[in-house]
């Protein structure tokens, strides 16, 4: 027996699992880009520094400092996009939601093998969906959460209170 909504609670779960994998590699890009260039900016420092020290150049100095802005923008991008944090939760989306692709089609061929024991019906189909929109809505939950929690304390207007006195 051949289920249609199966075929495409299939395609559905895959098509997930590719949009969660791109997003995943995309932020792994973006964060290891942001690190190495953090790094090398922040050994970059060191060694301007190092060379001031040496030659006593002023133009060094600068450049020091320069380096060292860059290196601590970098580091609050890393910190402020929540890098880590997004890789975390595309992860594991991806990685529940093959969980239950597999269990699809494991399910699928149980019931090729024997179907009076393992009957496969609309029902089941339902059964997948459900969880499939679960992991999804889970998903956005801890992302919402997330961003909740790590939201800025005090916004810039709120630095300015009370500064326009009129």
């Known amino acids: 027996m051949n289920l249609k909504s199966l075929d495409e609670l299939e395609k559905q779960l895959e098509t997930q699992i590719s949009r969660f994998n791109q997003r995943r590699q995309r932020t792994r890009r973006w964060r290891n880009s942001l690190l190495v260039s953090q790094v090398l900016f922040t050994a970059l420092t060191t060694f301007v520094t190092a060379a001031n020290i040496k030659f006593g150049v002023d133009v060094l100095n600068i450049v020091a400092v320069a380096c060292s802005v860059t290196a601590t923008v970098l580091g609050i991008f890393l910190t402020s996009?929540?890098?880590?944090?997004?890789?975390?939760?595309?992860?594991?989306?991806?990685?529940?939601?093959?969980?239950?692709?597999?269990?699809?089609?494991?399910?699928?061929?149980?019931h090729a093998d024997d179907p009076a024991a393992c009957p496969l019906d609309t029902s089941t189909v339902e059964q997948l969906f459900l969880e499939m929109e679960s992991i999804l809505d889970s998903s956005n939950e801890q992302w919402s959460h997330m961003m909740k929690e790590n939201k800025p304390k005090a916004s810039l207007d709120d630095l300015f209170k009370g500064t326009h006195s009129r």
């Open 81 to 110: 996009f929540m890098f880590h944090d997004r890789l975390h939760a595309f992860t594991l989306t991806s990685g529940r939601l093959q969980g239950l692709l597999a269990r699809l089609k494991m399910q699928r061929l149980r």
